[in-house]
């Protein structure tokens, strides 16, 4: 829709976030420049001490964010808080935990769920666990960035933040990259739980629907296996320019 609607001649861009360790890199990222990129954190607000869930380790922000693009904009975001659908203008909040995102976004994190050997176990090391000190690349991202009061840090609403679509295009090239070590078998090795975290409930097949709503048409678990497939053998049609090796 980019290209075909708004005339957009790029790629989807991803965010290589083993680049930004250690902690002491992560705010001076290239990502989140002024200028060129994504703007960066807002100022320190403390958290609700009566709220159900602990602060995230090593926050540093809160408030909206004041350098960037999407700074000064009161109504950037129009939904929340939460899975509240009632127009709610607020702004972009961040919350950085540079100790957060150095310690699941790192090379390390990233080599530990490239060496898992099928995908249920690379899936579950994506993910993490339900504590934030068991977490994965998947929950680095949203709580490094997002913290406890940014929108990456919050399931329903952290689409919102624009770092969220380059964050999920590099789990997306983490998978492939994983694919691409054992390619013939990893094409069509699926499992996993069907609701989040379900892992005593149903699993995941080939066969699977998937759907995104009103965004577009049903495809199948089998039909998004291979991004590279085009038309008939497949929906996605693209490939990266650089994948992770195993180190
Ligand atoms: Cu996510």
Redesign the pocket.
């Known amino acids: 829709m980019l290209r075909n609607e708004c005339g957009y001649k790029g790629a989807q861009p991803y965010w290589d976030w083993t680049l930004d360790t250690p902690a002491s890199n992560f705010a001076n990222s290239p990502v989140f420049d002024a200028l060129t990129g994504f703007g960066g954190n807002g100022p320190f607000l403390p958290t609700d001490p009566n709220s159900f869930f602990p602060p995230v380790p090593g926050r540093t922000g809160g408030g909206c964010v004041e350098t960037g693009p999407f700074a000064g904009i009161p109504d950037l975001v129009h939904l929340g808080p939460s899975a509240s659908v009632t127009y709610d203008p607020q702004c972009l909040k961040r919350d950085f935990s540079p100790y957060f995102a150095a310690r699941y976004l790192g090379m390390n994190q990233t080599q530990l769920t490239l060496s898992q050997p099928d995908f249920g176990w690379f899936a579950r090391i994506v993910e993490g666990g339900p504590d934030y000190e068991l977490s994965g690349v998947?929950?680095g991202?949203?709580y490094g960035v997002g913290g406890s009061l940014g929108q990456m840090g919050n399931l329903y609403l952290?689409?919102v933040d624009p770092i969220?679509w380059l964050?999920?295009a590099n789990?997306d090239r983490v998978w492939w990259s994983w694919q691409k070590l054992n390619l013939s078998v990893r094409l069509t090795d699926i499992s996993g739980p069907v609701q989040m975290m379900d892992y005593a409930g149903p699993n995941v097949t080939l066969a699977y629907p998937l759907s995104v709503g009103v965004s577009g048409a049903d495809v199948t678990v089998e039909e998004v296996m291979n991004v590279k497939a085009c038309g008939a053998g497949g929906v996605l049609c693209y490939d990266y320019d650089k994948v992770y090796r195993l180190l």
């Open positions: 998947h929950g991202g949203h952290s689409p969220f964050h999920h789990l």
